[in-house]
């Protein structure tokens, strides 16, 4: 069975730029989870789709946002780039969001110069 | 805000021993709490969980001690071994509504070295 997989492995964006990072749920699992792992940070809870639906939402900005699609897919698009969005972006999945267990995909390392 | 810490940043054990990684937390209100194992590139893995009315639970070479009194989370891991070297993350997780619904929230992590 695949994993949680993310996209692109890596990216490098100019400060004020626009990123879309995409990630694809376990086969079967509704919820899609995305947190920011910032260098030397524990992971910080970003977002939350179940069902194409927001569920929840982290401290963070509107300049972040997402969405999920019918085949339960996500995407994660942060504007106007700044310094302190560099981090590991990791999204995970689960059956739904009453469950304990999150699946983590590898993640898409920021960088933003 | 509530927050799920971690006691000590790195634990260095040569490959035989017994490790123990350790965790405050402060939302009494957490339902569950989950250890993770993250590799140098890779996501976090899910290790083990234990509900909030449980006080131990076991698991393969991995046991997870729950003292609601003092709210100190353990991962007790027996005959570390190579393999096991990594960052591992306690987080909680509630199952109430509001800001927490859904979410884990994580500490920052404890860097685990296992010498051969």
């Known amino acids: 069975e695949a994993g949680v997989t993310q996209s692109p492995t890596h990216l490098i964006k100019t400060r004020g730029q626009q990123v879309t990072l995409r990630c694809s749920p376990i086969?079967?699992?509704?919820?899609v989870y995305w947190y920011q792992q910032a260098l030397g940070l524990g992971l910080q809870f970003l977002l939350w789709?179940?069902?194409?639906?927001?569920?929840n939402r982290g401290n963070f900005p509107p300049r972040f946002s997402g969405r999920q699609f019918p085949n339960y897919s996500s995407e994660l698009n942060v504007n106007a780039l700044e310094l302190e969005d560099s981090a590991l972006y990791l999204c995970?999945?689960?059956f739904g969001g009453g469950k304990v267990e999150q699946y983590f995909g590898p993640g898409t390392r920021l960088t933003v110069t | 805000g509530e927050s799920v810490g971690l006691h000590l940043p790195t634990l260095s054990v040569q490959e035989g021993d017994n490790s123990i990684i350790n965790c405050a937390y402060s939302?009494?209100?957490?339902?569950?709490f989950i250890w993770y194992k993250q590799e140098s590139g890779k996501g976090p893995q899910f290790i083990i969980d234990i509900r909030s009315n449980m006080d131990k639970r076991q698991g393969q070479r991995v046991t997870v001690l729950l003292n609601k009194t003092v709210k100190h989370l353990s991962l007790q891991i027996a005959a570390t071994q190579p393999g096991d070297s990594a960052v591992y993350f306690c987080a909680d997780k509630t199952n109430a509504g509001g800001t927490s619904y859904g979410k884990l929230t994580f500490g920052q992590g404890t860097i685990l070295t296992v010498h051969p």
């Open positions: 789709y179940d069902e194409g639906e927001e569920r």
């Open positions: 086969s079967g699992h509704t919820s």
């Open positions: 995970a999945s689960s």
């Open positions: 939302n009494s209100a957490s339902d569950y």
